[in-house]
T-cell receptor, first 113, second 116 residues
C-alpha cells in the first residue's frame, strides 16, 4: 500500500521566519493538496496542484508559497511565520477525478514562538 | 459563505446504539460528490464513505451509511452499533464536479463520544 509522508512532524519557528513543510506520496496520485487545520476547526485549503509544476490557490493562500517539482512531492512554505501561530498542516493526495477521496498524511504541527 | 455546514458541534451516545450526524451543503453544480472522514485523537484523518450526487441509492460501507436527501442538500452519516473506537471528529466534505475544480470544501466537524 501507499503512504503520504509529511516532514517534519513538528516544527517550531520564530516570528518572521520562512518555514518549509514537505510532503511525499507514493500512490502515483495526480492531485496534491495542502490544508490548514486550526484547533477545533475544519480544514481550509491553502494550495493544490493537479500535476507536476501546476499550482492553484485555495481560499487561504495568502502568506504561503507552494512548489510541485515532481509528481510525488509537494512542498509548502510559510513566507513569514506569525507570532503565537499554532496550527496543523495537512497534505493530501488523490487520483484525478472529482469522485476520488483525497487521502491524508499525518500532518505537521507548527508552533511559532 | 460556508459551502458545507455541520451544525452539531458534539454528540455523545451510548455504546451499541445508532447515531446520525448532520451535514448540509451548498452548490450550483449539477454533479457533485460528498464525503465523510473521521479524525482520530492522534490526528489521523481516514476516509469513510462517499455519495455521488447522481446516485439515488444511499451509500453503505460496513457500519457506516448515508442518508442522502438531495432536495434538502443534506447528507447525514449514520453509524450503527457504535463502538468505543468510533469516538472521533467526523468531517463532511464536498467536491463540485461540473467545472473540474479540484477544491474540497470541508465542514467544521462533529465530535462524537461513545460512552460504555
Amino acid at each position: 500500500g501507499g503512504i503520504i509522508t509529511q516532514t517534519p512532524k513538528f516544527l517550531i519557528g520564530q516570528e518572521g521566519q520562512k518555514l518549509t513543510l514537505k510532503c511525499q506520496q507514493n500512490f502515483n496520485h495526480d492531485t496534491m493538496y495542502w490544508y490548514r487545520q486550526d484547533s477545533g476547526k475544519g480544514l481550509r485549503l491553502i494550495y493544490y496542484s493537479i500535476t507536476e509544476n501546476d499550482l492553484q490557490k485555495g481560499d487561504l493562500s495568502e502568506g504561503y508559497d507552494a512548489s510541485r517539482e515532481k509528481k510525488s512531492s509537494f512542498s509548502l512554505t510559510v513566507t513569514s511565520a506569525q507570532k503565537n501561530e499554532m496550527a496543523v498542516f495537512l497534505c493530501a493526495s488523490s487520483i484525478g477525478g472529482s469522485n476520488q477521496a483525497p487521502l491524508f498524511g499525518e500532518g505537521t504541527r507548527l508552533s511559532v514562538l | 459563505a460556508q459551502k458545507v455546514t455541520q451544525t452539531q458541534t458534539s454528540i455523545s451516545v451510548v455504546e451499541k446504539t445508532t447515531v446520525t450526524m448532520d451535514c448540509v451543503y451548498e452548490t450550483r453544480d449539477s454533479s457533485y460528490f460528498l464525503f465523510w472522514y473521521k479524525q482520530t485523537a492522534s490526528g489521523e484523518i481516514v476516509f469513510l464513505i462517499r455519495q455521488d450526487s447522481y446516485k439515488k441509492e444511499n451509500a453503505t460501507v460496513g457500519h457506516y451509511s448515508l442518508n442522502f436527501q438531495k432536495p434538502k442538500s443534506s447528507i447525514g452519516l449514520i453509524i450503527t452499533a457504535t463502538q468505543i473506537e468510533d469516538s472521533a471528529v467526523y468531517f463532511c466534505a464536498m467536491r463540485e464536479g461540473d467545472t473540474g475544480y479540484q477544491n474540497f470544501y470541508f465542514g467544521k466537524g462533529t465530535s462524537l463520544t461513545v460512552i460504555p
